[in-house]
């Protein structure tokens, strides 16, 4: 059955999936989108992309070798696909060196509740591998792709900053930085993207992002400097100078699965560079509140919750917003019970209720129809309630200084 649905199965270009019965799914650095009302489908995507799947015996290896339970964003399958997971892990159990990097494109100064995700997971990997870590911020990105001048990219870099430290990042241990500044304090870091670009040719930009003759050339040499980061020799005042042994030193990237094209590039140029290659792990996107066909996105205001949100605007938001898996009627709804794989707030859960245990009994209550849609959206509204006022009031106590002192090129601590 699985072989026939692969053969039905048309490849389009970079991340579009498209088979007969014309469900499409779309996932590039720039668009995600399905037709399904369950959303992508993760598991074709992981294979076309060529990725490995997080099973259950791997998640069993963390819990082993960590000693505890794993995040439930690993457990319940949202970080669900890798690149070389495993191999960290092995570097982890062996004493040997890594670091973690992710980053961010500031485009917006509001950030919302899918951006949080990867932050979340990675702030939960710092503190269990102890390891540096370093995060880009790419306001050279967003103004070479969306309508803002170098001026506003740069402030909505500082501004989301803030959002990022508010996560809980530890200061001697991470290193966030703007493109645009580092550039220009940082020869090492230029060397990289120059190497990295001398390696590239414009026919591999085209097939695996897409882009084209008429795109500018400041978007095509671009990947080369997301790339860079990946190497330890763009850190020389956290790493030391480039030798043999930094360079075994691997980094893991935590974010979602579109930007995997970036980090496949770059898998491609580590061993000419004389690297081992990055490894990933990926999170699926956090459907917007009208439906898992699309992610949660900055500019759709009535379908993202956002971090700078009142609670009266999240719970008007979800209550008028939030698609349904429940049944028209309360007698239909207790008769035939809603349907979890749809229903946002259900979905929602998943991402934020920490207590498995409430979680499953709400799968269930609301799967027979015990409990409503106004039911499970109440449980919804007072949980992403508590997270973004949490959050509100950590940001609010983030100081310029302090933004500063995270994005000075300095020493970290770490242990080996
Ligand atoms: N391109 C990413 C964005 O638009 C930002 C980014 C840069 C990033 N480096 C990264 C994301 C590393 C994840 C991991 O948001």
């Known amino acids: 059955m699985c072989e026939m649905y692969d053969e039905i199965l048309t490849e389009g270009l970079n991340g579009v999936i498209i088979n007969k019965t014309e469900d499409v799914d779309i996932v590039n650095p720039w668009n995600v989108s399905s037709t399904r009302a369950t959303g992508v489908d993760y598991e074709k995507l992981t294979k076309k992309f060529g990725c490995t799947k997080i099973t259950s015996e791997l998640i069993k290896k963390v819990k082993s070798i960590i000693n505890k339970d794993p995040h439930h964003l690993l457990t319940r399958g949202i970080f669900f696909a890798h690149r070389d997971f495993d191999i960290i892990l092995d570097m982890y159990v062996q004493k040997k060196p890594f670091f973690l990097y992710t980053g961010r494109g500031p485009s917006s100064e509001a950030m919302h509740l899918?951006?949080?995700?990867?932050f979340i997971f990675t702030k939960w990997l710092q503190d269990i591998f102890d390891v540096p870590m370093v995060i880009q911020m790419t306001d050279d990105e967003k103004f070479f792709w969306k309508d803002l001048t170098l001026e506003q990219t740069h402030t909505l870099a500082i501004e989301n900053a803030k959002d990022i430290i508010a996560c809980g990042f530890e200061l001697d241990k991470t290193f966030i930085f703007s493109d645009l500044d580092y550039i220009s304090q940082s020869r090492a870091f230029y060397s990289h993207i120059l190497r990295i670009?001398?390696?590239?040719?414009?026919?591999?930009?085209?097939?695996?992002?897409?882009?084209?003759?008429?795109?500018s050339i400041g978007k095509i040499q671009f990947p080369a400097v997301e790339a860079a980061p990946c190497f330890t020799g763009s850190f020389p005042h956290i790493f030391g100078v480039e030798n043999a042994k930094t360079k075994e030193m691997r980094c893991l990237i935590p974010c979602a699965i579109d930007q995997d094209p970036y980090f496949r590039m770059t898998r491609d140029v580590a061993p000419k560079l004389g690297y081992a290659k990055p490894a990933m792990i990926y999170s699926s996107f956090i459907p917007s509140l009208q439906g898992a066909q699309t992610k949660m996105s900055?500019?759709?205001?009535?379908?993202?919750?956002?971090?700078?949100d009142t609670p009266n605007q999240i719970k008007n938001k979800i209550n008028k917003?939030?698609?349904?898996?429940?049944?028209?009627?309360?007698?239909?709804?207790?008769?035939?019970?809603?349907?979890?794989?749809?229903?946002?707030p259900y979905q929602y859960l998943k991402f934020f209720m920490e207590d498995d245990k409430k979680l499953e009994q709400i799968y269930q209550d609301y799967t027979i129809g015990k409990m409503l849609s106004g039911e499970i959206k109440k449980q919804l509204i007072q949980i992403?309630?508590?997270?973004?006022?949490?959050?509100?009031?950590?940001?609010?106590k983030i100081t310029d200084e302090m933004v500063k002192?995270?994005?000075?090129p300095r020493k970290l601590k770490f242990s080996y």
Request: one cysteine or more; hydrophobic letters at 30%.
């Open 114 to 118: 899918g951006h949080l995700i990867p």
């Open 197 to 215: 670009q001398k390696l590239v040719n414009f026919n591999q930009i085209k097939s695996i992002f897409g882009l084209g003759e008429s795109d």
């Open 298 to 308: 900055a500019s759709e205001e009535m379908t993202s919750i956002y971090l700078t």
């Open 384 to 396: 992403i309630q508590d997270i973004v006022k949490d959050h509100q009031e950590k940001r609010s």
């Open 405 to 408: 002192a995270y994005m000075t």
């Open 321 to 344: 917003f939030a698609f349904s898996g429940g049944k028209d009627t309360i007698e239909e709804h207790r008769e035939k019970g809603g349907d979890c794989s749809i229903d946002i």
